[in-house]
């Protein structure tokens, strides 16, 4: 199925934006994605007809159940996973992703060990450094620097007998590498190891099969991939009930609430699913998942292109140097980051900002990344991220500022 972004284009209302008389180009989709009108109509339908909190005996609380029950189902499909019981949600990523580390640091004992890596968001980190103060070793795998990718070799060495859990990224936020989360996963269960992945980069660009990864958990946010502000966690069935959650006494024990404290914003689970059925619709198929598929076959390369395309005219500035995977036939996500010689990273996305064009600057919290690459004190890298609603003449103006910035 062709992809038709100029049709896509038309479900989100923002892009009509204009800034000092130039259409505004969304180029900022690693920080936040626009969302479609059928997102922002399902948060009002919500509150006119749903709006109750859950498990009540009348019936604007059993449409909120619904509207629950139907998020986890439209979230499983987008995952591959096995069932609504396997989705839990929460505030956003990083809220669940510590709830999942103190969780697993109870099961643990002083001198147990976990993997995480440089090349990821401090939120895959952050909560699992936290366990050191109960004593718990937390090693770091490194990165090649050269192309930005994990070192697999430096990877291996460090999973060791008391290697309890590898967390690792699906993609980087702040360069696009795309990791081999497959064979992560198989490194770690051949120790006893459980895995978890940050998907929250990845989720809005590619298809993800959580039970042919075979992970034990896996995590993304909706509003990556055109929805509100909702972090979602997959948990392998089973995995979450062994776990001692934090968790009010008369909460249900089992998977998927049993992470899940005090009530869930409905109205943006409503638009979760919204959200999800706006990427369905770029497919075909029989059922959600299938259309989830054949829309991600055509969205993939569609991006792809516009961040090669991007790619090929930033390497053509002599000024420019390009961090991150060279954008070619790889799998990689379309999010491109440069810096311009004698600029920092803030003036130039400045520069951009007043002509409309939207890209960030900075860390991105890629912090041990940035640092590795010896720009944290340089105002780390412009970040430019690329979605189906980007069409490629918005690619080209862009390259035209960048190169009058560039001089």
């Not at 062709?2 to 920080?31: I, K, Q």
């Not at 626009?34 to 009002?44: G, K, L, W």
């Not at 292109?305 to 991150?324: C, D, E, F, I």
């Not at 803030?346 to 690459?373: H, M, N, P």
Request: with cysteine; proline share 6%; charged share 20%.
């Amino acid at each position: 199925m062709a992809f038709d972004p100029r049709s896509f284009r038309s479900h989100f209302p923002a892009l009509a934006l204009t800034v000092n008389g130039h259409p505004a180009a969304f180029f900022d989709g690693p920080g936040g994605s626009q969302v479609p009108e059928a997102v922002i109509a399902a948060h009002r339908d919500y509150y006119v007809g749903r709006n109750a909190n859950t498990h009540g005996q009348f019936e604007t609380s059993r449409r909120a159940d619904e509207t629950v029950e139907e998020a986890r189902r439209a979230a499983s499909a987008l995952l591959g996973a096995a069932g609504p019981g396997t989705i839990s949600f929460g505030q956003n990523m990083t809220t669940l992703n510590f709830a999942l580390a103190r969780a697993i640091g109870r099961t643990l004992a002083p001198g147990d060990e976990i993997v995480v890596t440089d090349l990821d968001h401090d939120a895959n980190v952050a909560p699992w450094l936290s366990l050191e103060e109960r004593g718990i070793v937390v090693r770091s795998c490194p990165v090649h620097l050269g192309s930005c990718t994990l070192d697999m070799d430096a990877l291996q060495a460090l999973i060791g007998p008391r290697t309890r859990h590898i967390a690792v990224g699906y993609a980087s936020n702040a360069v696009g590498t795309v990791n081999d989360v497959g064979e992560v996963v198989r490194l770690g269960h051949q120790t006893g190891a459980t895995v978890s992945i940050d998907a929250v980069h990845f989720a809005p660009h590619a298809l993800i099969d959580v039970q042919a990864l075979e992970t034990d958990f896996l995590l993304c946010s909706a509003y990556k991939f055109f929805g509100p502000h909702v972090g979602i966690l997959y948990s392998r069935p089973g995995a979450l009930d062994r776990l001692p959650t934090d968790r009010v006494r008369p909460q249900d024990p089992l998977a998927p609430t049993r992470i899940e404290t005090g009530t869930l914003n409905h109205a943006a689970l409503a638009g979760t699913t919204a959200a999800i059925e706006t990427i369905a619709g770029q497919g075909n198929g029989t059922d959600l998942r299938q259309r989830i598929a054949s829309s991600f076959a055509a969205i993939y390369p569609y991006e792809h292109s516009l961040a090669r395309q991007l790619w090929q005219g930033l390497a053509a500035m002599p000024k420019v140097t390009l961090y991150g995977p060279e954008v070619g036939e790889g799998l990689r996500a379309p999010t491109v980051s440069f810096r311009v010689a004698g600029q920092e990273p803030a003036a130039v996305a400045a520069g951009l900002g007043e002509q409309g064009f939207f890209v960030w600057d900075g860390d991105f919290y890629a912090v041990t990344l940035i640092e590795r690459l010896g720009l944290a004190d340089k105002g780390g890298v412009v970040r430019i991220g690329m979605a189906p609603y980007i069409l490629p003449e918005e690619v080209e103006a862009l390259l035209r500022a960048v190169r009058a910035i560039a001089g």
